[in-house]
């Protein structure tokens, strides 16, 4: 089982909890006291009413100047989870929300945010019992971090102040449990799972934070990973359908660069090629063209990039996102709150902006090898659209189509949203990171990037079965590939339709068994 103790928890953690449905343990004894310790001590604070904590015994955002009573502050806490409720547009997948739930508790379990234990710990029974809630996906800016997002995970969770039961119509949200959509309240109830009665705190610590940029983020990391161990799968069988030369591969030339990721890409190619007939089997030609010449040099900044967000993102899942922070074992300190601004999601909006904008360029390579390869004058001798028997049939002209289009989508994609602001909460929210909607851009990006590298799997193959003896020739780690390309997608000898063609290589690069077989082959 997964466990969060708010300071160790990865990537790898967040995939398996929110694709796999692995347990995530009980908090930890030390999680448990730290929160109790925060917790406690605030609630202590407002029962005395002796100081002015923002959020708690005060209104949100420009209403922060107005004080609140003590015996009011549960219904505060409440309230700002139902105020925030206001997401609009389609659920985000289930994968995406589980992935918020977890570092919630995660963050919650720093013992900062001052909540009790038992709010994290429902929060881990829900992923643990298979009740996830559903949530809108748009409505964030990103600022306050995702406080619609994050608020309609809260609605399930949190239940009215006790005495106050019928205020607010006992609104619970909605949540899947087993494969229903059910209310909120019906999904704990079956799940036998008690909805948290609020205590001051509570609320604006569930709807505080970057769950959703960092869910996303953390996602599509990792399949963004993916995509270019096999975009670099790709590559290689196109460079052997067109039997490009190895000269631009040679070490020596990547070493004179100094970019790490560009000798690391540069290596693996070689690998993945040694001992292919059809490179270099047209040695009379100088130079290629840069789609084929310049792999290492467009694939792997993309690796630098992915190196440097994959820290950036693993520090993040284990930080204390909300506002104010309770800290109670400062030294030298007596306990306080801090307020400031860690929900502001300007560092996930860029890192998800960047990551999209690498993506991108891959997709963008890609197609142009696929195009190389389907047109007579650019393949070096095979048939036009790849098929022998042209005319009546028109081979793989139209997968070039679809291709383009995932391309051309992926530019307007790409546009960066950090660079955007509106401001909100008059005007105290005056600068907003617009994070939401780069993790949303950013997973379609990923998704477009991995159809269009199947695609060029399914191209590239089709070029080497054209050339005499073409699968004899590989090498070690493009034939593997080759070798599970083929026993899920035949040659086309005639045209039929090729969506399935397409999605089954899509599926063949989710499971990662290419990457799989190809470090197999290669030792």
């Known amino acids: 089982m997964i466990e969060i103790d708010g300071h ?6 967040i995939k398996r909890v929110a694709r796999a449905d692995e347990g995530v343990a009980p908090l930890t004894d030390a999680a448990r006291a730290s929160m109790s310790r925060s917790q406690e001590w605030l609630q202590g604070v407002i029962d005395r009413d002796e100081r002015t904590v923002y959020g708690v015994n005060t209104g949100f955002g420009p209403l922060a100047t107005q004080r609140i009573r003590p015996s009011e502050a549960r219904r505060l806490s409440r309230n700002v989870v139902l105020n925030c409720a ?18 919630r508790a995660n963050s919650l379990a720093k013992g ?27 409505g964030s800016l990103g600022a306050s971090g995702d406080l619609a997002p ?44 008690d909805r948290i009665r609020p205590e001051p705190k509570d609320g604006l610590a ?41 000269t631009a591969y040679h070490p020596a030339l990547h070493e004179a660069a100094g970019q790490p990721g560009q000798i690391r890409v540069a290596a693996r190619l070689r690998a993945l090629f040694e001992g292919s007939t059809l490179i270099d089997a047209e040695p009379d030609r100088v130079q290629d063209a840069y789609s084929l010449r310049c792999v290492p040099q467009a694939l792997g900044p993309v690796s630098d990039v992915v190196a440097f967000l ?73 048939p036009s659209m790849l098929v022998e028997n042209g005319g009546l049939d028109s081979g793989l002209m139209v997968v070039q189509y679809t291709a383009a289009a995932l391309v051309s989508d992926n530019k ?65 780690g493009t034939s593997a590939a080759y070798t ?26 989710r499971s990662g068994a290419l990457v799989e077989a190809a470090d197999a082959a290669v030792g």
């Open 112 to 138: 900062v945010s001052g909540v009790r234990p038992e709010v994290a710990g429902t929060l881990v029974e829900m992923l643990n019992r298979d009740v996830t809630p559903d949530v809108p996906a748009k």
């Open 310 to 382: 994959r820290k950036r993102i693993t520090t993040a899942i284990n930080a204390a996102s909300d506002n104010p922070l309770v800290f109670v074992d400062l030294e030298g300190e007596e306990p306080g709150t801090i307020s400031g601004g860690n929900f502001h999601g300007q560092g996930p909006a860029l890192w998800l902006d960047m990551l999209g904008i690498a993506l991108a360029d891959v997709g963008g390579m890609a197609e142009r090898r696929v195009f190389r390869l389907l047109t007579p004058e650019l393949n070096g001798g095979l």
């Open 206 to 246: 569930l709807t505080n934070g970057m769950d959703f940029m960092l869910g996303s983020a953390a996602l599509a990391l990792a399949d963004a990973e993916s995509v270019l161990e096999h975009a670099a799968i790709s590559a290689s069988l196109s460079l052997e359908a067109l039997c490009a030369l190895s």
């Open 412 to 476: 307007t994609l790409a546009h960066p949203d950090s660079v955007d602001s509106i401001p909100s909460s008059a005007n105290q929210e005056d600068h907003v990171s617009m994070g939401a909607n780069a993790a949303r851009h950013t997973r379609e990006i990923v998704a477009n990037v991995r159809t269009v590298i199947a695609i060029e799997l399914m191209t590239a193959a089709q070029a080497i079965d054209l050339r005499r003896d073409g699968p004899k020739r590989l090498g070690r």
């Open 8 to 13: 160790s928890l990865t990537i790898e953690d």
């Open 484 to 509: 599970l390309v083929r026993e899920r997608v035949s040659k086309l000898e005639r045209d039929r339709v090729l969506t399935p063609d397409i999605q089954a290589v899509d599926e063949l690069i």
């Open 86 to 103: 206001a997401g609009v547009g389609d659920p985000l997948p289930r994968e995406i929300v589980r992935a918020m739930m977890l570092i």
């Open 150 to 193: 994050q608020a309609h995970v809260a609605t399930v969770l949190i239940d009215e102040p006790e005495g106050e039961e019928g205020v607010d119509g006992g609104y619970s949200g909605f949540a899947w449990h087993e494969g229903e959509r059910l209310t909120g309240a019906e999904a704990m109830r079956r799940a036998g799972l």
